[in-house]
């Protein structure tokens, strides 16, 4: 079987967007970066939750998973990002930039044209905050032609959790065992 690979969001995910009257989950502890093409002096806030380099590490080491990012800091992900949680040097899909006003111009994730292309037949995991329904169906098929594919989505506000990690390590664990591309009595494509 192809080793899956776990695509890792950020915004949404290990950054939670504020809530409405403007806070983020008391367990993150905000960073300031300066991403690639911004001046020294004009650096973003971001929330991270230190537990999560932990937690990412944990599933890293099952030695089940190829973790990449898939997000729009691309490079920043691996040399800012990455490094405030402890994480090792991750590959990163080389998003495109496209000029959208919505993450779904197409009713689907913008990400996932670029991503179907990249995987090509490996089986996946997938974190974003952001899928559609068009998405869930399209990791549905993916499972049904072989290509075992499991989408996890947190809550925006609320970003990654450990019930997160804890599915996607008992679904790789499954898919080791199977070995087939897909893994029987999944514990769902479409996670909540
Ligand atoms: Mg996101």
Not at 74 to 97: E, K, N
Request: aromatic residues 8%; charged residues 20%; proline residues 9%.
């Amino acid at each position: 079987m192809r080793q899956p690979y776990l695509l890792l969001d950020i915004d949404g995910v290990l950054i939670p967007f504020p809530d409405d009257d403007g806070t983020t989950p008391a367990t993150h502890v905000r960073h300031d970066v300066v991403p690639i093409g911004r001046r020294a002096d004009d650096s973003v806030a971001v929330w991270l939750n230190p537990d999560h380099g932990r937690l990412l590490i944990d599933v890293f080491r099952t030695g089940l998973l190829s973790p990449i990012w898939c997000t729009s800091w691309r490079w920043d992900a691996t040399t800012l990002i990455g490094p405030l949680l402890g994480l090792p040097v991750l590959p990163y899909v080389d998003l495109p930039r496209p000029q959208i006003t919505t993450s779904h111009p197409n009713g689907y994730l913008w990400k996932r044209d670029y991503v179907d292309t990249w995987l090509g037949d490996a089986p996946a995991i997938w974190i974003d905050d952001d899928f559609t329904g068009l998405d869930h169906a399209w990791a549905a098929e993916r499972t049904d032609r072989g290509m075992a594919t499991l989408l996890i989505q947190p809550d925006p506000q609320v970003g990654l959790q450990v019930e997160h990690l804890a599915q996607a390590a008992v679904w790789v664990d499954r898919l080791s065992r199977v070995g087939t591309g897909t893994p029987g009595a999944a514990p769902g494509v479409e996670a909540a």
